[in-house]
Nanobody, 117 residues
Framework: QVHLVESGGASVQPGGSLRLSCAAS????????MGWYRQAPGKERELVAS???????NFADSVKGRFTISRDDAKKTVYLQMNSLKPEDTAVYYC???????????WGQGTQVTVSS
């Protein structure tokens, strides 16, 4: 059983920064994609950023140049560094791991990010 625990969500002012972390427990095969999604009230969940075990990264256009994603496979942890935050970044952020060997997909419980003055 794989369990994901996110941390780092908070309330910040526009222009501020936050770092989200997501630690996985349980057995995950090495070929996988780790990512962050977000869901704002009344909107669908959307991909924010992802990083494959190969190091390939993918970002939503709305966060390019402001957010970075990294992973530490030894710790089974993925990070999302968010800079120059905007009010439209306000959402619940979810961690996701897609195990490419089994096809299984895992989700965290979500962490709230609020950007407001």
């Amino acid at each position: 059983q794989v369990h994901l625990v996110e941390s780092g969500g908070a309330s910040v002012q526009p222009g501020g920064s936050l770092r989200l972390s997501c630690a996985a427990s349980g057995s995950i095969f090495s070929i996988n994609v780790m990512g962050w999604y977000r869901q704002a009230p009344g909107k669908e969940r959307e991909l924010v950023a992802s990083i494959a075990n190969s190091g390939n990264r993918n970002f939503a256009d709305s966060v390019k140049g402001r957010f970075t994603i990294s992973r530490d496979d030894a710790k089974k942890t993925v990070y999302l560094q968010m800079n120059s935050l905007k009010p439209e970044d306000t959402a619940v952020y979810y961690c996701n791991i897609w195990d490419l060997e089994t096809g299984n997909e895992y989700w965290g419980q979500g962490t709230q990010v609020t950007v407001s003055s």
